[in-house]
């Protein structure tokens, strides 16, 4: 009977569910998922949980496959549409249900997959990026503790594990997994313990000294650009201290996506008084995009509201109409145009329809 349990927590862990209703029993959950064996998932975007025992352990994952939900939508075109239901928080985060799921995926492809953790977890709610090749996975940020106890880095690390397992399935070839960051905040860095001992793992470090040497950034820090190779497709890595001293973007020559970390979001971009800094990464990375077109710009949160200039306010933990996550190149040049025209911080945010910038 033990034994079973054991085997039903695992299958918890690494597999989607939906339940419609109100409730959820454990017990209709586990005869779901072992008649459908390990792995398997389901691809509604409604989860619709309140009811879990307060001492149960296990957190779930409502992982979405964006070409089963949105058949016919390009890829940036489901992202963009896609409403974040399961994670996007609670009225009541007290509620233990309200952290299930712990995390939602949405897959845009087999080997491209956009994170979120539960607001209920951290109201800050963090983006994380996993992109594969042929012979490497490397995952943008490792998430921030969770608030209430649970750990919520392991759940990320079955959610990794378990995706890099169906993919080295699939190729015949081993997967090393190097996990790099957007900058060192710890809302993006606190997962990282549960991955250092991880096998053929490599986690990046948080300097700009660590940064330019694990990515070969050349000529130099913050002038140059790095590289990663994950067999068959490249990320470059630009500098852009300003929201702190070791931001970096990154860019996928694969999907043409770039990840902006907490430099460019739906969101309040801090600058932390880092302005002429931040004025000249800004500057930096809009010639970088002016010799390599964006199809989407991905932050790591969504603060903003659907109502254009409108944001949730720092530490909110339930936010029922909030931006969608994409940007587009035409954002980075809005603030970067605000940025050449404004050489020195001003006295007030400056207020955007689709994101704040906070001196």
């Known amino acids: 009977m033990i034994h079973s349990i054991l085997v039903l927590g695992l299958l918890f862990s690494f597999s989607a569910f939906a339940c419609r209703g109100g409730s959820c029993s454990k017990l209709e959950q586990a005869a779901k998922l072992t008649s459908s064996g390990l792995g398997a998932v389901n691809t509604s975007p409604d989860i619709n949980c309140q009811k879990s025992a307060a001492s149960d352990p296990i957190t779930y994952v409502s992982w979405v496959k964006c070409a089963e939900v949105s058949p016919g939508l390009k890829e940036d075109e489901c ?30 492809n087999p080997g491209y ?3 979120r953790q539960n607001k209920c977890s951290s109201f800050e709610a963090p983006f994380m ?24 880095s392991l759940e990320l690390q079955k959610l990794i594990d378990e995706v890099i397992a169906r993919k080295e399935k699939a190729s015949g070839k081993k997967i090393h997994l190097t996990v790099g960051h957007g900058h060192s905040h710890g809302d993006h860095t606190r ?20 940064i330019a040497a694990a990515y070969g950034v050349k000529p130099g820090w913050p002038d140059g650009e790095g590289s990663i190779d994950l067999g068959g497709r490249k990320l470059s890595v630009i500098p852009i201290p300003g929201h702190e001293a070791g931001s970096v973007a990154f860019y996928d020559h694969t999907t043409k996506d770039l990840f902006s970390g907490d430099s460019l979001y739906p969101g309040n971009v801090f600058v932390n008084g880092n302005w002429s800094k931040h004025r000249e990464s800004m500057s930096r990375l809009s010639k970088f995009v002016e010799k390599h077109p964006v199809r989407m710009i991905l932050g790591s949160h969504v603060e903003m509201s659907k109502k254009p200039g409108v944001d949730y306010k720092y530490g909110t933990t339930y936010q ?40």
């Open 113 to 115: 997959f956009v994170i």
């Open 129 to 152: 990026y996993l992109v594969m090749g042929e012979n490497g996975a490397f995952l943008h940020d490792s998430g921030a503790s969770d608030e209430g106890g649970a750990n919520a």
């Open 320 to 359: 029922p109409d909030e931006h969608s996550l994409v940007l587009r190149q035409s954002h980075l040049k809005q603030m970067n145009d605000y940025l050449q025209a404004t050489p020195s911080a001003p006295s007030e945010d400056k207020v955007f329809d689709d994101f704040m910038v906070d001196p």
């Open 191 to 210: 997962g990282d313990g549960v991955f250092k001992n991880r096998p053929n793992t490599t986690v990046i470090g948080l300097s700009p000294q660590e």
């Open 79 to 108: 992202l963009a549409k896609h409403e974040w239901k399961a994670t996007r928080g609670h009225p009541e985060c007290k509620d233990p249900a309200s952290k299930i799921p712990m995390y939602e995926m949405v897959e845009l």
